[in-house]
Each structure stands twice: as structure tokens, then as C-alpha cells.
């Protein structure tokens, strides 16, 4: 039988915070372009792309917290 003690599930490995805290980083500096973007663009598109395009900076947010969670997963 395995193991399946609390302390092997879900480790984040040291490899994946620091590439984690890079993206963040990225994306947390990129943010005012993308912002302008979605500004320029905001005033010829329908509002569902209007609202599409307003999401995208949270969704790579939580995009990055969803593959953190997956890589600790698988290990």
C-alpha cells in the first residue's frame, strides 16, 4: 500500500513559485498596456467583446493560480 500521508499531497515545487512569481510579475507589469488596449478597442466593439476584453487581465490571473494548482497536483 502507499503512503498517502498529508504531507506529500499537493507540494508545490520550488521550481513552479518561482516560475509562479515571475508570471505574476509579468503580468502585473503588462497590465497598464493590455488596460490601454482594451481602452482604444473598447470604443468600436459590441459590449459582450467589450466585457470579453475587460476580463482577459483576470482571467491570466486565474489562469496562473488554476496551473500552480494543477502542477502541485500532479507533482
Same mark, same amino acid.
Request: glycine content about 6%.
Given at each position: 500500500?502507499? =503512503?498517502?500521508?498529508?504531507? =506529500? /499531497?499537493? @507540494?508545490?515545487? !520550488?521550481?513552479?513559485? +518561482?516560475? %509562479?512569481? !515571475? $508570471? +505574476?510579475? @509579468?503580468i502585473v507589469a503588462t497590465a497598464p498596456f493590455w488596460y490601454k488596449f482594451i481602452d482604444m478597442v473598447s470604443g468600436s ?6 466585457? *470579453?476584453?475587460? *476580463?482577459? $487581465?483576470?482571467? *491570466?490571473?486565474? %489562469? +496562473?493560480?488554476?496551473? $500552480?494548482? $494543477?502542477?502541485? /497536483?500532479?507533482?
Open positions: 500500500m502507499q =503512503d498517502t500521508s498529508q504531507t =506529500d /499531497r499537493a @507540494a508545490v515545487q !520550488l521550481s513552479d513559485v +518561482l516560475l %509562479t512569481f !515571475l $508570471v +505574476l510579475v @509579468a466593439a459590441d459590449p459582450f467583446s467589450n466585457v *470579453l476584453l475587460q *476580463l482577459a $487581465v483576470p482571467m *491570466l490571473i486565474l %489562469t +496562473l493560480i488554476a496551473s $500552480v494548482g $494543477v502542477s502541485a /497536483r500532479g507533482g
